[in-house]
Nanobody
């Protein structure tokens, strides 16, 4: 059964860096796009970064130039490198599996990992 397990969150001072990881199981990863979303208290979940199965990427305006999404298909893992962190980056970060088509019935979201940036 496919699982998505995030890690790497924590507490960091403003200006610091963190790298999030999302490890998946199953061959579905290689043919799927992946994304990171975040949700801060009292706010809606927002897209942070996206990477297609072929490697092309896109980012939310608030993180462009600071965050980098990447993937390692050999390890079934997607990463989010976060640099120059700001207090407003504080949120729960969620990994999102985006498989092609509609047949996939497994989980598409991880459990979330907390990122807290202190000023």
């Amino acid at each position: 059964q496919v699982q998505l397990v995030e890690s790497g969150g924590g507490l960091v001072q403003a200006g610091g860096s963190l790298r999030l990881s999302c490890a998946t199981s199953g061959s579905i990863f290689r043919i799927s796009a992946m994304a990171w979303h975040r949700q801060a208290p009292g706010k809606e979940r927002e897209l942070v970064a996206y990477i297609a199965s072929g490697g092309s990427t896109d980012y939310g305006d608030s993180v462009k130039g600071r965050f980098t999404i990447s993937r390692d298909n050999a390890k079934n893992t997607v990463y989010l490198q976060m640099n120059s962190l700001k207090p407003e980056d504080t949120a729960v970060y969620y990994c999102n599996l985006i498989p092609p088509g509609t047949a996939f019935a497994g989980p598409r979201w991880g459990q979330g990992t907390q990122v807290t940036v202190s000023s």
